[in-house]
């Protein structure tokens, strides 16, 4: 009897010892799996270092590149967390793509533009910002670079992580200027292209959601408003795909082939009339085709839009590939330069393998990171459908080209999300429109006002998050950049 208690008492610890176990297992499988993503990003950082070894063989500076290397990967890693949200964004929370959907494609024409049309040539000072001569020698420009680089990552880092989408190229900016003014003092800092930069967080949304907002109220008028909407679909769907064809074409031979052809703006525009006018004309049998059996409902109209929604965010990733990347790379190509020669006053060419840390570092950080920010700019914002994302599509692109025409400073990101806005913001004014009329019509209150308060179609919360952070990333990004210089300089002497 006294052995039977004793071997029940043993069995009863050994459970107790095994759910323990059992219980740390499961704590541990539940721990991991949020260091899945940035294990594998530690493991793309320390790869990008070993590539650059390899690539240089024997130097003296070898140690110094390996670390600007890592740097580069690892603000590749946020460019693809962060920025790539505004192209896939809309397309997913419309329900044209799939999350899996987005992500293949994006790392797909992100890779293909950084690597077929990305920067052969930067500025050594990204945009002007510092004077190069006020930069003392090569080693006190690779130091700041290299500040630079790592503040401007980690602030995008950190916006990724409270999600808010912000402009990469002002997080690199405000880390050039901040090391710059650690190094050469504030007079070294070209002030009106800051305040050029800073003209464009104001001008950047609003011409976005503007366009946007315009785009959506000529679909509500044309098609979704009217008796036969299958029959306006008819007529009117051809031109709005031609319109978005054309403003692609203009688009990207503008800004995604710049850097393999030089096209004039009046080029562009031919280009994009020319092509808009065949897309049009291609498009009618087309949608005269697809619209055959659809019954005359909002519901149905979503099908037409959503090739060229799928088509459209498909050529801002190649678009966005071929000019972001360099926020990445043109900092590392910069200290690559002025380590292996002491030039830091001309132009850098950017060697294959620094433009492939770029390229594949963007599409891992898409893959690992960026679901988050695809959702918030695709649902969080406001509710989109097919139409509504494609007026914020067509928006991005054709505020760009007119940017450029006027010579105006604009960030992509800031007009993609103020367009996801504009759309929101112009679905709250057209309902509260047709409420008063419906109201005027029944001559009493159809909603009471806290209730019509309670259905505001755009998250406010949002709102503030995301404007505070765009006020804030040049200032953040520079003071953090000028606290890593300073501390560099102290440890280097």
């Not at 946020?78 to 293949?104: F, K, Q, R, S, W």
Request: aromatic share 8%.
């Amino acid at each position: 009897m006294a052995q039977n208690d004793l071997e029940t008492r043993h069995l009863e610890t050994l459970d107790r010892d095994l759910g323990r176990f059992s219980y740390l297992e499961n704590a541990a499988s539940y721990v991991s799996r949020p260091l899945v993503g940035p294990g594998i990003a530690f493991v793309f950082i320390m790869l990008a270092g070993l590539v650059a070894a390899m690539s240089l063989g024997q130097s003296g500076n070898t140690l110094i590149i390996m670390i600007a290397a890592a740097f580069g990967a690892y603000m590749a890693l946020n460019i693809g967390a962060n920025d790539v949200a505004n192209n896939m964004g809309p397309a997913v929370g419309a329900n044209a793509l799939t999350m899996g959907g987005a992500i293949v494609i994006a790392a797909i024409f992100e890779s293909v533009g950084a690597l077929v049309a990305g920067g052969d040539v930067v500025s050594t000072i990204s945009k002007g910002i510092i004077a190069p001569d006020r930069i003392g020698n090569a080693d006190v420009f690779i130091q700041a670079m290299m500040a630079a680089l790592l503040a401007s990552a980690l602030w995008v880092n950190l916006a990724t992580w409270i999600g808010a989408p912000v402009s990469t190229t002002h997080s690199v900016v405000g880390g050039v200027m901040g090391a710059g003014i650690a190094a050469a003092g504030f007079g070294a800092v070209n002030w009106g292209m800051m305040g050029a930069i800073a003209a464009s967080w104001v001008i950047s949304p609003l011409l976005g959601g503007f366009c946007a907002a315009g785009f959506l109220w000529f679909i509500k008028a044309r098609i979704i408003y009217q008796d036969d909407k299958i029959a306006a679909a008819r007529k009117w769907v051809p031109v709005l795909v031609g319109i978005m064809a054309g403003a692609f074409a203009a688009y990207l031979a503008l800004k995604g082939l710049k850097n393999l052809v030089k096209i004039s703006m009046g080029t562009a525009v031919v280009l994009g009339l020319v092509i808009g006018v065949v897309t049009w004309l291609a498009m009618i049998p087309v949608i005269r085709r697809q619209s055959q059996g659809l019954d005359n409902r909002n519901k149905s109209l979503k099908v037409l839009f959503g090739i060229p929604l799928v088509v459209s965010a498909a050529l801002l990733s190649f678009a966005h590939g071929a000019n972001d990347v360099a926020n990445a790379v043109g900092p590392l190509a910069a200290i690559v330069q002025a380590s292996q020669t002491g030039d830091f006053t001309h132009d850098v060419n950017i060697p294959l393998w620094v433009m492939l840390i770029g390229a594949f570092g963007i599409s891992f950080g898409l893959f690992l990171f960026g679901p988050k920010l695809i959702r918030m700019v695709g649902s969080q914002i406001t509710k989109l459908n097919p139409m509504r994302a494609y007026c914020v599509a067509l928006a991005a692109a054709l505020t760009v080209i007119v940017a450029s025409w006027l010579g105006l400073p604009v960030s992509s990101t800031h007009i993609a999300v103020g367009a996801i806005f504009g759309v929101g913001f112009f679905r709250e004014w057209d309902a509260e429109r047709r409420l008063r009329l419906a109201q005027a019509e029944a001559d009493r209150p159809l909603l009471p006002p806290d209730e019509r308060r309670r259905r505001k179609l755009v998250r406010r919360a949002h709102v503030m998050t995301i404007a505070t952070a765009w006020v804030v990333t040049v200032p953040a990004a520079a003071a953090l950049s000028a606290v890593i210089f300073l501390g560099v300089r102290l440890v280097v002497g």
